[in-house]
């Protein structure tokens, strides 16, 4: 009997979401902000978007610490759920501010 782990999968995942939903827009919008090729208010999106991908990496970080397998599921989740608050905050609050200024 070969026994797998629930959350290998789930590892992977939550790697390629740290990177693609995580890491790239938010140095996207910092370009953006440093660039002056946005709104300056877009900056503001950053104090509230860089903690929530901190706890996301942080989560995420747990999860593979974790022995055991449900606690891990668990906190990688924790952790993706974190990454993609602070991705509708960035992008999102992006494009309305954008939107708003015309």
Aim: charged residues 15%; proline residues 5%; hydrophobic residues 60%.
């Amino acid at each position: 009997m070969q026994t797998t782990d629930p959350a290998r999968t789930l590892k992977w995942y939550a790697v390629l979401a740290a990177i693609f939903f995580g890491i790239v827009p938010a140095v996207m919008v910092a370009m953006l902000v440093a660039r002056g090729n946005t709104p300056r208010s877009v900056g503001f999106l950053l104090i509230g978007g860089v903690p929530l991908l901190l706890a996301g990496f942080a989560g995420i970080a747990q999860g593979f610490r974790a022995a055991d397998p449900a606690h891990a599921e668990r906190r990688l989740r924790q952790g993706m759920a974190f990454i993609a608050g602070a991705d509708v905050l960035l992008l999102g609050g992006n494009a309305l501010i954008r939107m708003m200024a015309g």
